[in-house]
């Protein structure tokens, strides 16, 4: 599998993964393969919902603010995708703090 493969692989699966929180704007953080497992690990931001639809206190939150907390009701999150370089396969998505 190609870089730029890889990359699509990654941004498509979140996209719709999240489509139910209204996913939107990927964007390529960090890119690294590993030649060993044969395993590509994709660092992807996007924006997506949070609000009571969403769950959560910070959904709570936006709702009970009103119209400014509809506009801060979307936050960027950052996931990182696994996937085989064997079968094009995602084997894992996990979550990725710190960055911003």
Partial sequence: MELKEAVATAKGFLMD?????HAYDPMLEEVERDADQRLWRITISFQ????PEAGGLAGAAAYNNGIAGFIRSFQRTNK???????????VAVKAREGMG
Avoid: K, N, P, Y
Avoid at 80 to 90: G, H, K, L, M
């Fill in 80 to 90: 990182v995708v696994t996937i085989s370089d064997d079968d094009r396969r995602i």
């Fill in 48 to 51: 997506r919902q949070v609000g």
């Fill in 17 to 21: 993964l999240f489509a139910d929180e």
